[in-house]
């Protein structure tokens, strides 16, 4: 038996609303393998929950009118991995997902889960940074819309007021349209482990594709929520496509990213990760954007 | 507070159920202590090990981190709903038999349903693919080897009779 004082299930959103609104201590519980294992821990024994898991209304990858890859934020990672929208537009986002956890893992656990946690090594937080996502937000007010960079404000906590429920990840067309996307997951295990450090990268090319004319790069676990490399990104743009570039770029995301000493691993050691991933990741975008690299 | 209770409906191994759950009770609660279906075992208890491992309308889930009040409506497979009419093990077990990937026998039921799911996808998967598929399990015999054999084993003999069938 969970250490539950009371739990709640909400058949629509509205209904998850109300609930929040009717027991303002109650926490959300999506498909809870985080919230459960901390309940187990004891750390969050003693609570109200709210399960939204029943509300099917929030599972699903479509367009939206704006042409917008719309996913409801209940979708589990392995159906984000399957679905066809994700895999013909943003493959990467699949792949990145398909590195959390192992497969019963990726079944349970939710997008919009892993991104309310706020944690910095989620695996699905740098990929959906570096794709300028927008989140979906429902409350007694109505709805909401927000980048996810400020969504998120400090480890473990992000933007969800009172009676909120994220609802939907939007990825603009704006933003998936000619980019390319490759993740990196630095982590000890193949399976069940947490990354170390992560990186995603999007690069869109010249028409001629001779050129970087957009990238867009993102870490998880290189501070305390996953961030961008806004140095690194106006350092790339227009520059020819050459391992030289690559190595430019790579090294300039150190003016922005601050990894720090933990038991998992020391500070220089990440730095030297990040540098190291940000090339592989850029060089195997610029491959998939089929651009040719000079030596 | 007073306890809570919900009355769930599902289909378990086949058969449509009904019960009255405590609603902190987790799947792993539910089907051990009110359908004595004890192949689902308590290992790490937060999600990690993969003993405790069922499928969920023919997906797997870790039932030790999944509500039992979540499975109303769902279709559940256990290791228990495998067997034959009169016993009879399926081919997934006896490969796991004859490929000695069973020695303590605690993995095993999480493994094998695992197996299932891949099984029941009918095409081949990778070597790579398969290890993938399995990487949820943890076996503290460290039998990795012979049940990944037991798993390709039964999906090559399925692909194969199915081949023959056409
Ligand atoms: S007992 Fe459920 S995963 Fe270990
Ligand atoms: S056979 Fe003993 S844990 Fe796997």
Redesign the pocket.
């Known amino acids: 038996m969970y250490d539950i004082k009371a739990l709640y299930e909400a058949e629509s959103v509205e209904d998850a609303i109300r609930l929040l609104q009717e027991h303002p201590q109650a926490q959300i519980i999506a498909g809870g393998s985080d919230v459960l294992v901390q309940i187990r821990e004891g750390k969050r024994a003693g609570v109200e929950l709210v399960s939204i898991y029943g509300i099917d209304a929030l599972r699903g990858v479509c367009y939206d009118e704006e042409g917008a890859i719309r996913i409801g934020s209940l979708t589990s990672f392995s159906h984000i991995a399957a679905d066809p929208i994700i895999r013909e537009q943003i493959p990467v986002l699949g792949e990145a997902v398909s590195l959390v956890g192992g497969p019963q893992i990726r079944n349970i656990g939710t997008i919009g889960g892993n991104t309310c946690n706020g944690v910095t090594s989620a695996d699905s937080a740098s990929t959906l940074f570096a794709w300028d996502a927008i989140v979906e937000l429902t409350g007694p007010e109505g709805i909401r819309h927000l980048p996810i960079r400020e969504f998120y404000i400090k480890a473990g906590v992000v933007d969800l007021k009172p009676a909120e429920v994220q609802t939907a990840i939007l990825i603009p067309k704006s933003s998936y349209e000619g980019y390319f996307g490759n993740y990196i997951k630095y982590a000890m295990r193949e399976a069940m482990d947490i990354a170390n450090l992560g990186c995603s990268v999007n690069v869109a090319l010249s028409e001629d594709r001779k050129v970087i004319r957009d990238a867009r790069i993102a870490y998880g676990v290189a501070g305390p929520v996953p961030m961008r490399t806004p140095s690194a990104e106006a350092l790339a743009k227009g520059q020819e496509l050459s391992e030289e570039t690559i190595g430019k770029v790579a090294r300039a995301v150190l003016q922005d990213i601050h990894p720090r000493d933990s038991w998992r691993a020391a500070k220089a050691f990440r730095e030297h990760i990040a540098v190291e991933i940000a090339k592989r990741a850029l060089r195997q975008s610029i491959l998939l954007g089929g651009g040719v690299i000079r030596e | 507070m007073s306890k809570q209770y919900k009355l769930i409906r599902c289909r378990i191994n086949g058969k449509e159920r009904e019960a009255m759950i405590d609603v902190r009770a987790s799947l792993t609660d539910l089907l051990r202590n009110d359908f004595r279906l004890t192949s689902v075992k308590k290992g790490c208890e937060v999600g990690e090990c993969g003993?405790c491992n069922v499928l969920i309308n023919g997906e797997c889930f870790n039932s030790c981190i999944y509500l039992a009040i979540w499975a109303d409506g769902k279709d559940i497979l256990t290791l228990e709903g495998l067997e034959g009419p009169d016993g009879e093990l399926s081919d997934i077990q006896q490969a796991f038999i004859d490929e000695a990937?069973?020695?303590?026998?605690?993995?095993?039921p999480g493994?094998i349903m695992s197996a299932v799911e891949i099984l029941n996808e009918g095409r081949e998967l990778s070597d790579e693919e398969i290890r993938i598929r399995m990487s949820g399990?943890?076996?503290?015999?460290?039998?990795y080897e012979n049940?990944f054999r037991a798993v390709k084993k039964t999906m090559l003999a399925r692909l194969a009779a199915a081949e023959k069938n056409k």
Request: proline residues 0%; glycine residues 12%.
């Open positions: 003993a990937a069973v020695q303590c026998g605690f993995c095993t493994a399990h943890l076996c503290r015999c460290t039998g049940i």
